[in-house]
């Protein structure tokens, strides 16, 4: 005996299904969203049209420039500048407040730019 199938589905209930289930977009749907956007730039424009006239500029504000903030290595550049003789990294990290593994990184960083050098254990001076 032959087993019976179910019923049959057209292609176009199958694909309006999958449309639905999954929320795919569509052609008209794209198009509807299209249509609302050119209708939104152009009230935009509108406005923008009345406010002020394309292509004038608008004056720039006077504001304060920011305070420049000195970088770590600048500041212990600076201190050991201070010290003709040299300075330890203990005095660094009591002037600058840092700890010890903040100067012996900014002591690296300045030594490998070749900005100080170094004139016995632990002293550091500028170099020239």
């Known amino acids: 005996m032959v087993k019976r199938r179910g019923k ?3 292609f176009d209930a199958v694909i309006k299904f999958f ?3 999954y929320q795919l977009s569509t052609k008209k749907d794209i198009d509807k969203l299209l249509k609302r956007i050119d209708q939104l730039e152009k009230k935009i424009f509108n406005r ?6 394309i ?10 420039p ?7 290595a600048q500041e212990v550049f600076d201190i050991i500048e201070k010290y003709p003789d040299g300075i330890g990294i203990k ?6 407040g840092y700890n010890d593994k903040k100067v012996r990184n900014v002591i690296f960083r300045l030594s490998k730019q070749g900005r100080i050098e170094r004139k016995g254990r632990g002293i550091y001076i500028i170099k020239h």
């Open 19 to 21: 449309i639905q289930q």
């Open 8 to 10: 049959l589905h057209s």
């Open 66 to 72: 920011a305070e420049t903030r000195t970088t770590a």
């Open 91 to 96: 005095a660094l990290k009591e002037e600058t």
């Open 48 to 53: 923008i049209g009345t406010d002020r006239t």
């Open 55 to 64: 292509g004038t500029k608008r004056e720039a504000s006077k504001t304060e």
